[in-house]
């Protein structure tokens, strides 16, 4: 009788896998609706696909084989599943991950989508809880994480070297020095030197690379991003200066 049962039974699912479904896709919406008002790449419909794909796959994990499973023959192991999602969404996070002009970009995203994941796996597996904790924390670092840095005390002397290539007679390096000094940085060198011609190009003008030596209480990087986005700019790195006598 008992064998008879387990060959007649079914799936389990109802309104409670449903709303662990819905949980999953409204905190994935926040997430994405955060990404999405950032402008970036992976937005509101990434996030919010993976965070619903990765709760149903835990919700197909726990209540999709029941049908199939016999005590002592067929064994279950939906923890195996949270590991797979982990595994699996890292080809979609290094899918935002990008290198343009030497600036590493999308890395934020990239773990966006990884927390997206996990949150999604967290209300699929019935832990509505940390899924939404995990969120609120998400927001916390993503929002409020930037602008306490911002306002962390960096040494105004602390100097810093930023290399800027570009092709010569362009009048880049105007807007360069523009943006660094309405970014609240002092520049204390500037140095240029010929870095040859751009490849693949017939007829090119020649490269030049500018080296900046700035100091202030900006952030380096951000300054480097927005100069990797300037016209004609080829590369743009941004480093410590040495320090005298190192």
């Keep these: 009788m008992v064998a008879v049962l387990a060959m007649t039974a079914t799936n389990t699912e109802g309104w409670r896998q449903a709303a662990e479904l819905g949980l999953a896709l409204a905190l994935s919406v926040v997430i994405g609706l955060e990404r999405e008002l950032r402008q970036k790449d992976a937005g509101l ?27 002592g023959l067929v064994v279950a192991d939906p923890s195996r599943v949270a590991a797979q ?5 890292g080809f979609i996070g290094a899918g935002v991950i990008f290198v343009r ?18 949150v999604g796996a967290a209300a699929g597996a019935g832990l509505p809880v940390l899924a939404t904790l995990t969120m609120g924390a998400y927001l916390l670092v993503t929002v409020a994480f930037p602008v306490v840095t911002r306002r ?15 092709p010569d007679g362009r009048g880049i390096l105007r807007d360069v020095l523009r943006e660094a000094t ?14 040859g011609e751009r490849q693949g190009a017939l007829g090119a003008p ?41």
């Excluded at 952030?219 to 190192?246: H, I, N, R």
């Design 152 to 166: 962390l005390p960096r040494p105004s002397g602390a100097i810093s070297a930023i290399r800027v290539r570009y």
């Design 85 to 89: 999602i982990a595994a699996g969404i």
């Design 182 to 195: 309405a970014r609240g940085f002092a520049i204390d060198e500037v140095a240029t030197r010929a870095a």
């Design 45 to 71: 419909r990434t996030h919010a696909l993976v965070g619903t794909g990765a709760a149903l796959f835990m919700l197909v994990s726990k209540y999709g084989f029941t049908d199939v499973v016999r005590p």
């Design 206 to 246: 020649p490269m030049v690379e500018v080296t900046l030596l700035v100091h202030g209480r900006g952030q380096v990087s951000e300054l480097a991003a927005a100069l990797s986005e300037f016209d004609d700019v080829e590369a743009v790195l941004a480093t410590d200066a040495p320090a005298v006598g190192a």
């Design 101 to 118: 002009r030497d600036a590493v970009r999308g890395l934020t995203t990239a773990a966006a989508i990884w927390v997206t994941a996990a």
